[in-house]
């Protein structure tokens, strides 16, 4: 990618500037990849008349509108040896002047937008829960913080067919949360309206405190108070048993999340299948064993039920797998940027660092009535 953009940006050289600095330039780039420093020297020594005019052509084109960080500091560290070496050989100090004050003002604004990013992780750490910083002037304006939305805590509470996909979609930034909206019964509102849950309205600060010291509890549910839980799941109709818990503490998985499954084993908690005291659940219980490829990585054993149990059929067919087996070309590496099962493991559920939870099935074990996915029939 790198070479594509500097062979890209020798060509515009050709055409802006003069035809020996663009040839300076590639040549000292050849020779720092080639690892040529005898000829590097060479190159500097007499070509001093081409220094400025190329520390200058590698500048502009670092700062270009579109250029992402690593582009331009490769860029701009190119010109800076430039300059550096034309000060040691030829004792010209000009250049460097230029080129090392503008490297430090932009690793200072990449520190600032790192930071910016990293601020959030430690409320973000549990999988699942997010801040919700869209507008974050006018969070600001008012006097609070972003809203750290605990997805773990609601998950104790509902199933997430509950929500998704009939009060928000299950994609983050897709569905535009405004407070008119929750204030107005929508989105978070359909909960929060004073009776079911706290009112949205009137306790702003029980949602918006990513960053304070009581939002601890959200992204670290060992601080939570278990029999505050118990009443909260109890007021919705949901059912939160902390005397079950394993030395009262949360079950977690090699990863440190929780462990949800662990949690149903043990019957820790009982949420809400619907808003709608009438609704039927609509469950499908059959085994579909996807055999893998590889000679030594097992199969993977894939149970409809304990996926149904928590989302709507809908929610996966037909938008993410065919409803047809061996319909759908599945890939590792999709799903790591957030495909068929990546649209929820690795945001929600268990991370796909933990092959082993779901390639469990070694091929010498035969599974009576499993549908059998083969990647080399489909």
Not at 52 to 79: N, P, S, T
């Amino acid at each position: 990618m790198l070479l594509i953009s500097l062979s890209i940006f020798m060509l515009s050289l050709s055409t802006n500037t003069l035809a020996d600095t663009s040839a300076f330039i590639e040549q000292f780039i050849n020779n720092h990849i080639e690892r040529k420093y005898d000829d590097q020297v060479e190159l500097i020594e007499q070509n001093s008349e081409q220094i400025a005019a190329a520390v200058d052509a590698l500048v502009a084109e670092a700062m270009k509108d579109g250029i992402i960080f690593e582009q331009r500091m490769r860029l701009l560290d190119y010109a800076s040896s430039i300059a550096y070496m034309h000060s040691y050989w030829n004792g010209d100090k000009a250049p460097l002047k230029v080129i090392e004050p503008l490297i430090k003002s932009e690793l200072a604004i990449e520190e600032k937008r790192v930071a910016k990013i990293m601020k959030w992780k430690k409320e973000e750490r549990n999988i699942g829960n997010f801040v919700l910083k869209a507008n974050p002037e006018k969070t600001e304006d008012a006097g609070l913080a972003p809203v750290l939305y605990p997805h773990w805590m609601h998950r104790i509470m509902f199933e997430c067919k509950v929500c998704h996909d009939s009060i928000f979609q299950m994609k983050r930034w897709t569905n535009d949360i405004t407070q008119e909206k929750i204030v107005a019964g929508k989105q978070c509102g359909v909960c929060h309206d004073g009776e079911m849950a706290f009112s949205a309205e009137e306790k702003c600060e029980r949602c918006h405190m990513a960053g304070l010291p009581a939002a601890e509890k959200l992204h670290n549910p060992a601080k939570m108070d278990q029999m505050q839980l118990a009443k909260s799941a109890l007021a919705v109709g949901a059912k939160w048993n902390p005397e079950r818990l394993p030395d009262g503490k949360m079950p977690l998985d090699k990863f440190k999340f929780i462990d949800w499954l662990k949690l149903k084993e043990l019957d820790v908690f009982k949420p809400l299948s619907s808003l709608d005291k009438d609704a039927k659940n609509e469950t499908r219980d059959n085994v579909i064993r996807f055999v893998s490829k590889s000679s030594f990585l097992d199969d993977v054993l894939f149970g409809h039920k304990v996926h149904a149990d928590w989302i709507d059929c809908s929610s996966c067919h037909p938008a993410l797998f065919s409803d047809e087996l061996g319909g759908t070309k599945i890939k590792m590496t999709e799903m790591s940027k957030g495909r068929f099962c990546g649209n929820c493991h690795g945001k929600v559920s268990f991370t796909f660092a933990d092959c082993k939870r779901c390639h469990n099935t070694p091929k010498t074990v035969i599974v009576e009535g499993a549908l059998e996915r083969h990647p080399t029939k489909h």
